[in-house]
């Protein structure tokens, strides 16, 4: 057993016993000290591409109006796209309606500056009736897609109406009796 001192004297000089019970817990008996001085700064990380969250940047242009326009723009709603590497999903929700014909087409659609996407490809949708030349039904529609390619900066979206591809133009009628809305989210690039 006088051994086990020499054993000790050795741990605590060796600082085996130090890590094994806490600094000075079985050399000194004291109670630990203050604690040091912050150390020195790390070197810099690697710099990161930012962090673009899904709900960063909206807008969503509201609007309580009706238009019976065939062939032209509906509604305008400017946006800043704060990214050129992002895509910007854009929805139109609101009352559309074809009228008084029957065999037509009415198509709705998005332009961004004046011009409709090509990346991936339009954003639009259409109402074909036939059959049906005086019905006159308001219904409740939805019109979104998503469009890659746009540079940052100030976009006018703008929602339009006009005719299908192979069709004449008939009578179109856009927000009849209810909100119609725009809603345009900027989206982080895909994976995909």
């Not at 009415?106 to 019905?135: L, M």
Request: net charge negative; glycine share 14%; aromatic share 14%.
């Amino acid at each position: 057993m006088e051994h086990s001192g020499i054993l000790l004297l050795f741990l605590c000089i060796s600082g085996l016993v130090a890590d094994s019970y806490g600094w000075g817990a079985a050399c000194s008996g004291g109670p630990p000290g203050p604690p040091g001085p912050p150390g020195p700064p790390g070197p810099p990380g690697p710099s990161g591409d930012g962090e673009l969250l899904e709900y960063s940047n909206w807008r969503q242009c509201a609007y309580y109006e009706s238009t019976g326009t065939d062939n032209g723009i509906i509604k305008t709603c400017s946006f800043k796209k704060l990214y050129s590497n992002t895509a910007l999903y854009v929805a139109f929700g609101g009352n559309m309606r074809s009228y008084g014909c029957s065999g037509c087409c009415i198509r709705w659609f998005f332009k961004f500056n004046g011009h409709e996407c090509s990346n991936p490809t339009a954003v639009d949708g259409i109402i074909y009736q036939y059959n049906t030349h005086y019905i006159n039904l308001h219904r409740h529609y939805n019109v979104e897609g998503v469009c890659e390619g746009l540079s940052a900066g100030d976009i006018d979206v703008s929602y339009w109406v006009g005719a299908c591809s192979g069709f004449g133009y008939y009578d179109a009628y856009t927000g009849w009796n209810s909100v119609s809305r725009i809603i345009i989210q900027e989206l982080a690039p895909s994976p995909y």
